[in-house]
């Protein structure tokens, strides 16, 4: 039996993520979005099926469409505390030293009495050039009603995260939230992952 299969049956394997493979499956994933594989607000199962297959020809990680929606919605929940932490600020620049926003100990002060939960990103944020990946991954997810968001408008509105603080993680999500963002910075991260049985594959992503 292949590790693949093992992985689909009792998902019992950990999914052990490092940069290199978040990157992979980032870019996996846009090019899944550009070919319509995400007409609305989650993959089609065509969609995961190339997203499985084509992830695994290029790591040789056979990772389950658990393990990988899994991933993504713990890079979504990133991505939108980061947005939600910078607000209208959009002229911060990026300090390489501290790995995150250039801003002042009073900005974020300020910043985190607003957004709590974006405390990890002081030390860790997420990178330009990444940060632009995951806009082309959520921007049309967080939209609501009639508005939209593209990274030309330069802002995201309030009211996009007002479901941040609203949602019922994922079994082992938070603990990917809190992994993620060193991930991102080279520290390689074991996460087991046994996400429970009524977690629904093809729901809002």
């Known amino acids: 039996m292949s590790t693949s299969a093992v992985e689909v049956s009792d998902e019992k394997v950990k999914a052990i993520w490092d940069k290199r493979l978040i990157e992979i499956f ?27 297959t084509t992830f695994e020809k290029e790591t040789g990680k056979g990772f389950s469409q658990r393990q990988l929606k899994n991933r993504w919605d713990a890079l979504k929940k990133e991505w939108k505390v980061w947005k939600k932490l910078k607000g209208e600020d959009t002229g911060l620049g990026w300090n390489p030293i501290k790995r995150t926003v250039d801003a002042s100990d009073d900005w974020w002060e300020s910043r985190l009495q607003v ?29 609501t009603g009639d508005k939209a968001w593209a990274p030309s408008s330069g802002t995201l509105r309030s009211d996009f995260f007002e479901d941040v603080n609203n949602e019922i993680p994922e079994e082992n999500e938070e603990e990917n939230m809190r992994n993620d963002v060193h991930i991102l910075n080279d520290v390689h991260i074991s996460n087991d992952v046994h996400i429970s049985n009524d977690v629904q594959m093809d729901g809002n992503g």
């Open 26 to 52: 980032c870019d996996i994933c846009i090019k899944e979005i550009l070919k319509g594989n995400r007409p609305g607000t989650h993959f089609t199962k065509d969609g995961w099926l190339k997203i499985m």
């Open 115 to 143: 957004v709590p939960e974006a405390k990890k990103f002081r030390t860790s944020g997420i990178d330009p050039e990444f940060e632009a990946k995951l806009d082309q991954m959520f921007m049309g997810i967080v939209a």
